[in-house]
């Protein structure tokens, strides 16, 4: 079903390269989706639309951790468009729990290391402080490690 993805898809994104690799993802610096050819059915076909999502929208950097997860967000609603026009079925509890990982991902990088109350991020990816215990803390920007918090 991947061929028949990308086929449907080309035309409107002429720009963008599809390589296959051994896990799916947009690199926005090279105009390139790449995707597990190893991978198939249902989830896979849906990784794919996700990351076309994200280039059809152009997605590029994120800014905050809610910034994040609204492009995701906006990657999966732009994912089931493309979904239901080309007539693939869309499982809306594997875009949650793709969702719930984002959500948990924030919930550890915005839990205060000093009192445990979780807190809203300052701005960009300067980092966080408690509005109970005043501790300030800051995360790595990267969504693909484990959520370190150094406090300053």
Request: glycine share 4%; charged share 30%.
């Amino acid at each position: 079903m991947i061929n028949k993805i990308k086929k449907n898809i080309q035309s409107e994104l002429n720009d963008v390269v599809f390589v296959s690799s051994d896990k799916f993802y947009w690199a926005p610096e090279l105009k390139t989706i790449y995707y597990d050819k190893k991978s198939s059915g249902n989830k896979a076909d849906l990784a794919l639309l996700h990351e076309i999502g994200h280039a059809k929208l152009n997605h590029k950097s994120y800014s905050s951790d809610f910034n994040l997860i609204q492009m995701e967000v906006d990657a999966w609603e732009e994912a089931k468009n493309i979904a239901r026009k080309i007539g693939i079925k869309i499982d809306i509890n594997h875009i949650e729990d793709c969702l719930d990982s984002y959500r948990d991902w924030i919930a550890k990088r915005s839990e205060c290391p000093t009192c445990g109350i979780r807190n809203l991020q300052l701005s960009s990816l300067k980092g966080y402080s408690c509005y109970n215990c005043h501790s300030k803390w800051k995360v790595t920007p990267s969504r693909f490690c484990r959520p370190y918090r150094t406090t300053v």
